[in-house]
Nanobody, 122 residues
Framework: QVQLVESGGGLVQAGGSLRLSCAASGRTFSSYVMGWFRQAPGKEREFVARISWSGGSTYYADSVKGRFTISRDNAKKTVSLQMNSLKPEDAAVYYC???????????????WGQGTQVTVSS
């Protein structure tokens, strides 16, 4: 079992930056692939970024590539999402999620946080 709690959301102007964090509980955090997803009002939840168990491999949605960076600290049981050059279309509720084998599909992830709101003003 893994419990996830996100933090770091807020209001930022377009072009600005935010850093989201996700704290995990459970002894086996390092055995989970971690992902970030987002969901804007009226839209389906979409994949944002993924990081491997060790942190050595990352993968991003095309819409955020070059602007967002996912990282993890297995000793601290945290995963972060550094978001730079934010755009109004990045506004959404952001969720971190854990999976033992999944990639980019939300149904592949077993554990989810409660989400943190990101608002980007133009």
């Amino acid at each position: 079992q893994v419990q996830l709690v996100e933090s770091g959301g807020g209001l930022v102007q377009a072009g600005g930056s935010l850093r989201l964090s996700c704290a995990a509980s459970g002894r086996t955090f390092s055995s989970y692939v971690m992902g970030w997803f987002r969901q804007a009002p009226g839209k389906e939840r979409e994949f944002v970024a993924r990081i491997s168990w060790s942190g050595g491999s990352t993968y991003y949605a095309d819409s955020v590539k070059g602007r967002f960076t996912i990282s993890r600290d297995n000793a601290k049981k945290t995963v972060s999402l550094q978001m730079n050059s934010l755009k109004p279309e990045d506004a959404a509720v952001y969720y971190c999620a854990a999976t033992q084998w999944g990639h980019t599909r939300s149904e592949e992830y077993d554990y989810w946080g409660q989400g943190t709101q990101v608002t980007v003003s133009s």
